[in-house]
C-alpha cells in the first residue's frame, strides 16, 4: 500500500499536561486504520493536529510529497483530509442535496447557486457509496443513520483522500452500523484512506487491516488486525486485564420498591408489567425504536403513560414531573448526556450539585463550602480523574462526563436509578469502573434499571432481563435463566425476532 500522510514525532501539550508524546503514525491509501485507546488518552487530540485544528508543539507532517510543520484546517482540506466528527455538524434545516454540496460550493467559492448543480453533486456521491436518498428532504427529518451518509457524501464531494471518522456508529442500530460497515469497505476499494476511531472492538476487528493504540498520550504501537483479539486489544490500551465480573443480587429484602402494571402509551410502548426490588439490576434490552427510553422516560415523568399504574413502595404514584419523579427517589441518567445530563461549560462540582441546588442555597445563594464538599465527595468516590473540582466538564473525557452525571445523581441518594446506555461511547476502561460502581449501588440496596442493546454488557450486569420488541415485552428472564448455555443467544434472537415473539401473558410469567 502506498503512505498517502506520515505523521513523525507529534508532540502537543495542554497547560503542561502532555496529550501526544512523540506519536509516529503511516496511513495508506486503500486502508481502514482503526485508532483506538481509552477516552482522553490522545485519539482525538491527534485527529486535530492532523486536521488543522491543532498546532503541534513540535513533528511534521507529510502528505503529497510535502512536509508541513503544522495545516491551517483550509491546507489540511486542500490536501484532501476530512473529518466526520461524532455530532456530524449538518445543518438540521437544510436539505440533504445542500448539506452535501455546500461546502464544496464555499471551497470553490461560488457565489451564485445553481440549484441543479447543488442536486447534481448530491447525486454523484449518493450513487458512489450506492444510497438512494430524497434530496429534498430536510436532514432533521431524516434518520441518523442518513444523516451519516450524507456526511460522509460531504466529504467525498470535497475530494476527500483521508477520511477521519470519530464514533461514527454511537447512535445507530446493529442494522445500520452493518450498513456502514460495509459502505466503508466499498470506500476502501475506491483507494480511499479511513482512519476509524471507536471504542466498540468488535467494530474494530470487522473492518481494521491495521490498528494503532494509544495510551496516555502514548503510541503502544501498530499491528495488523489479524494479529489481535479483544482481551489482547483491551490490554494493550489499558495496561490491565480487563474481566468483567457477573452480578449477583444479594439483597434480602423482597419488598418492591417500584411496580408498573401495564403502562401504556400508544405508539412507543404497550401493557408493559414489571416489579423491581431492592438490589436489583433489571436490563432492560431490545434495539433502538423497541420503547425502551420511551419507557425510561416516562418513569421520570418526562413522557407520561395514557393508561397504567406506577407504585413506588406500594403506592399509586403519580410521576407528572422530573421533580416528582425525584421526590419518589427516582433518579435518571439520560441516553445523550451532552444534551440532557450536563451542563457541558460548567464546572464540574456546579455539576454534580445541581440535582441538590435547593439545599444548598439560601435566599438564593449557593453555600460554596456544601457544594465543593459534595462535588469531593463523589469525585473521589467515582474515581472522576481531574485536576480538581473546578474543571469545566466539556474537557473531560467521554467516561470521566458519564462518572459526573452518575455523581450528580448518587448525591441525591436515589431509591431507583435508571441508566439509559450508561456507557455508549465509552472505552473498556471506563467502562469496567462504571460496572464496579453500579454493582456497589445495587449491593447497597438501591434498585437499577439498566438499559442497552450490548447483550454482553446485559449478560455481565443484570440479574434479570426485560426483552422490547416493538413496543411490547416480549420476554422476562430471571437470574437462573441467564445462567443457561445459549442464554446470551436466546437474547440476540429475541431482539432480532429469529423465534417466535411471545405474548404479553406469558412474558409477564
Same mark, same amino acid.
Not at 456507557?423 to 449491593?443: C, L, M, N, P, R
Given at each position: 500500500?502506498?503512505?498517502?500522510?506520515?505523521?513523525?514525532?507529534?508532540?502537543?501539550?495542554?497547560?503542561?499536561?502532555?496529550?501526544?508524546?512523540?506519536?509516529?503514525?503511516?496511513?495508506?491509501?486503500?486502508?481502514?486504520?482503526?485508532?483506538?485507546?481509552?477516552?482522553?488518552?490522545?485519539?482525538?487530540?491527534?485527529?486535530?493536529?492532523?486536521?488543522?485544528?491543532?498546532?503541534?508543539?513540535?513533528?511534521?507532517?507529510?502528505?503529497?510529497?510535502?512536509?508541513?510543520?503544522?495545516?491551517?484546517?483550509?491546507?489540511?482540506?486542500?490536501?484532501?483530509?476530512?473529518?466526520?466528527?461524532?455530532? %456530524?455538524?449538518?445543518?438540521?434545516?437544510?436539505?440533504?442535496?445542500?448539506?452535501?454540496?455546500?461546502?464544496? @460550493?464555499?471551497?470553490?467559492?461560488?457565489?451564485?447557486?445553481?440549484?441543479?448543480?447543488?442536486?447534481?453533486?448530491?447525486?454523484e456521491q449518493l450513487d458512489k457509496i450506492?444510497?438512494?436518498?430524497?434530496?429534498?428532504?430536510?436532514?432533521?427529518?431524516?434518520? $441518523?443513520? &442518513?444523516?451519516?451518509?450524507?456526511?460522509?457524501?460531504?466529504?467525498?464531494?470535497?475530494?476527500?483522500?483521508?477520511?477521519?471518522?470519530?464514533?461514527?456508529?454511537?447512535?445507530?442500530?446493529?442494522?445500520?452500523?452493518?450498513?456502514?460497515m460495509k459502505i466503508m469497505l466499498e470506500?476502501?476499494? *475506491?483507494?480511499?484512506?479511513?482512519?476509524?476511531?471507536?471504542?466498540?472492538?468488535?467494530?474494530?476487528?470487522?473492518?481494521?487491516?491495521?490498528?494503532?493504540?494509544?495510551?496516555?498520550?502514548?503510541?503502544?504501537?501498530?499491528?495488523?488486525?489479524?494479529? %489481535?483479539?479483544?482481551?489482547?486489544?483491551?490490554?494493550? $490500551?489499558?495496561? #490491565?486485564?480487563?474481566?468483567?465480573?457477573?452480578?449477583?443480587?444479594?439483597?434480602?429484602?423482597?419488598?418492591?420498591? @417500584?411496580?408498573?402494571?401495564?403502562?401504556?402509551?400508544?405508539? *412507543?410502548?404497550?401493557?408493559?408489567? $414489571?416489579?423491581?426490588?431492592?438490589?436489583?439490576?433489571?436490563?432492560?434490552?431490545?434495539?433502538?425504536?423497541?420503547?425502551?427510553?420511551?419507557?425510561?422516560?416516562?418513569?421520570?415523568?418526562?413522557?407520561?403513560?395514557?393508561?397504567?399504574?406506577?407504585?413506588?413502595?406500594? #403506592?399509586?404514584?403519580?410521576?407528572?414531573?422530573?421533580?416528582?419523579?425525584?421526590?419518589?427517589?427516582?433518579? @435518571?441518567?439520560?441516553?445523550? #448526556?451532552?444534551?440532557?445530563?450536563?451542563?457541558?461549560?460548567?464546572?464540574?462540582?456546579?455539576?454534580?450539585?445541581?440535582?441538590?441546588? &435547593?439545599?444548598?442555597?439560601?435566599?438564593?445563594?449557593?453555600?460554596?463550602?456544601?457544594?465543593?464538599?459534595?462535588?469531593?465527595?463523589?469525585?473521589?468516590? %467515582?474515581?472522576?480523574?481531574?485536576?480538581?473540582?473546578?474543571?469545566?466538564?466539556?474537557?473531560?473525557?467521554?467516561? &470521566?462526563?458519564?462518572?459526573?452525571?452518575?455523581?450528580?445523581?448518587?448525591?441525591?441518594?436515589?431509591?431507583?436509578?435508571?441508566?439509559?446506555?450508561?456507557?455508549?461511547?465509552?472505552?473498556?476502561?471506563?467502562?469496567?469502573?462504571?460496572?464496579?460502581?453500579?454493582?456497589?449501588?445495587?449491593?447497597?440496596?438501591?434498585?437499577?434499571?439498566?438499559?442497552?442493546?450490548?447483550?454482553?454488557?446485559?449478560?455481565?450486569?443484570?440479574?434479570?432481563?426485560?426483552?422490547?420488541?416493538?413496543?411490547?415485552?416480549?420476554?422476562?428472564?430471571?437470574?437462573?435463566?441467564?445462567?443457561?448455555?445459549?442464554?446470551?443467544? $436466546?437474547?440476540?434472537? %429475541?431482539?432480532?425476532?429469529?423465534?417466535?415473539?411471545?405474548?404479553?401473558?406469558?412474558?409477564?410469567?
Amino acid at each position: 500500500m502506498d503512505p498517502i500522510l506520515c505523521a513523525s514525532h507529534i508532540c502537543k501539550s495542554f497547560i503542561g499536561v502532555r496529550a501526544l508524546n512523540n506519536i509516529d503514525i503511516t496511513i495508506n491509501a486503500g486502508e481502514i486504520h482503526c485508532l483506538v485507546g481509552e477516552n482522553g488518552c490522545g485519539k482525538s487530540t491527534f485527529v486535530k493536529c492532523i486536521s488543522g485544528v491543532y498546532e503541534p508543539d513540535e513533528g511534521s507532517i507529510e502528505i503529497n510529497g510535502r512536509v508541513y510543520q503544522s495545516l491551517t484546517p483550509v491546507e489540511a482540506m486542500k490536501n484532501g483530509i476530512q473529518v466526520i466528527y461524532q455530532d %456530524l455538524s449538518l445543518f438540521q434545516h437544510m436539505t440533504v442535496a445542500e448539506n452535501i454540496a455546500i461546502s464544496k @460550493l464555499k471551497f470553490e467559492g461560488n457565489r451564485i447557486i445553481d440549484w441543479k448543480q447543488v442536486k447534481s453533486i448530491a447525486k454523484e456521491q449518493l450513487d458512489k457509496i450506492g444510497v438512494q436518498m430524497d434530496l429534498d428532504k430536510t436532514v432533521g427529518e431524516t434518520s $441518523m443513520a &442518513n444523516r451519516q451518509m450524507v456526511a460522509i457524501c460531504r466529504a467525498l464531494a470535497q475530494d476527500a483522500k483521508i477520511l477521519f471518522m470519530d464514533e461514527p456508529t454511537t447512535a445507530l442500530t446493529k442494522t445500520e452500523v452493518g450498513h456502514l460497515m460495509k459502505i466503508m469497505l466499498e470506500l476502501k476499494k *475506491q483507494g480511499l484512506a479511513i482512519v476509524f476511531i471507536s471504542h466498540k472492538l468488535d467494530e474494530v476487528f470487522t473492518v481494521a487491516d491495521k490498528i494503532t493504540i494509544f495510551r496516555n498520550g502514548n503510541k503502544i504501537g501498530d499491528f495488523e488486525s489479524k494479529d %489481535l483479539n479483544e482481551k489482547s486489544l483491551s490490554y494493550y $490500551m489499558t495496561g #490491565r486485564e480487563i474481566e468483567y465480573q457477573r452480578y449477583h443480587r444479594v439483597c434480602k429484602d423482597n419488598d418492591p420498591i @417500584l411496580e408498573i402494571d401495564n403502562l401504556t402509551r400508544t405508539g *412507543q410502548y404497550e401493557n408493559v408489567s $414489571m416489579s423491581v426490588r431492592p438490589g436489583d439490576i433489571i436490563g432492560l434490552t431490545g434495539l433502538l425504536g423497541s420503547g425502551r427510553t420511551e419507557l425510561a422516560m416516562s418513569l421520570f415523568g418526562l413522557n407520561p403513560p395514557k393508561s397504567g399504574v406506577i407504585k413506588v413502595e406500594g #403506592r399509586v404514584t403519580d410521576i407528572s414531573s422530573p421533580m416528582a419523579a425525584k421526590k419518589c427517589g427516582i433518579a @435518571l441518567l439520560p441516553e445523550d #448526556r451532552f444534551n440532557q445530563g450536563l451542563f457541558i461549560e460548567r464546572k464540574i462540582k456546579e455539576n454534580i450539585s445541581s440535582a441538590l441546588i &435547593n439545599s444548598i442555597c439560601k435566599k438564593g445563594i449557593v453555600n460554596k463550602k456544601k457544594e465543593n464538599e459534595i462535588a469531593h465527595k463523589y469525585v473521589d468516590e %467515582l474515581k472522576v480523574r481531574t485536576p480538581s473540582v473546578d474543571t469545566v466538564v466539556g474537557t473531560l473525557s467521554g467516561g &470521566n462526563q458519564q462518572k459526573v452525571v452518575i455523581g450528580k445523581w448518587i448525591a441525591t441518594k436515589p431509591k431507583v436509578f435508571i441508566m439509559d446506555t450508561p456507557t455508549v461511547g465509552i472505552d473498556v476502561g471506563s467502562k469496567s469502573e462504571i460496572y464496579e460502581q453500579i454493582h456497589k449501588f445495587a449491593d447497597s440496596g438501591m434498585a437499577i434499571i439498566f438499559i442497552s442493546d450490548e447483550i454482553q454488557e446485559i449478560m455481565a450486569n443484570c440479574n434479570r432481563v426485560f426483552i422490547l420488541r416493538n413496543g411490547q415485552c416480549v420476554k422476562k428472564l430471571e437470574e437462573e435463566d441467564l445462567g443457561q448455555n445459549g442464554a446470551e443467544k $436466546m437474547i440476540a434472537d %429475541l431482539i432480532s425476532s429469529r423465534v417466535p415473539e411471545v405474548s404479553a401473558e406469558e412474558a409477564a410469567q
